[in-house]
């Protein structure tokens, strides 16, 4: 599974949609993704347009969000405790620790936010 950030979610519905052509060569070479809630409030928080809200939805319904549970609390609360400069960090650090508790490669287009995160594997894509 892929869980998605929500940088690679603005980029892919919104604007020139730059990460659009990125996101369906996965879906099409059979990647699950997964669309934490966490993320997805960062997403609804955003000023989004009708049709960026209706692709969200058709792509990534939010009744199927990944919650975020206490596990996903308790290793996200390890992990501020051992990264390096975690203040500042928390949504983050709560997003790496969904896409750990899954089991799951993160897809972020900022990378050095997460590279130091211990167990957190990024997904790197083709282009």
């Known amino acids: 599974m892929i869980v998605l950030d929500t940088s690679v979610l603005v980029d892919a519905l919104t604007g020139p949609r730059r990460s659009a052509p990125a996101l369906r060569r996965a879906i099409e070479s059979g990647e699950r993704l997964g669309l934490p809630s966490l993320v997805l409030y960062e997403w609804l928080r955003g000023p989004r347009q009708r049709e960026e809200l209706e ?57 050095k936010d997460f590279r130091d995160v211990p167990g957190l594997e990024l997904y790197q894509t083709g282009a």
């Open 55 to 111: 692709a969200q939805e058709a792509l990534l319904p939010r009744e199927q969000s990944l919650p975020f549970t206490f596990e996903e609390a308790a290793l996200a609360a390890r992990l501020y405790s051992e990264v390096p400069r975690a203040h500042g960090r928390e949504v983050d650090l709560a997003i790496a620790a969904s896409a750990i508790a899954y089991n799951a490669r993160l897809w972020t287009l900022n990378r």
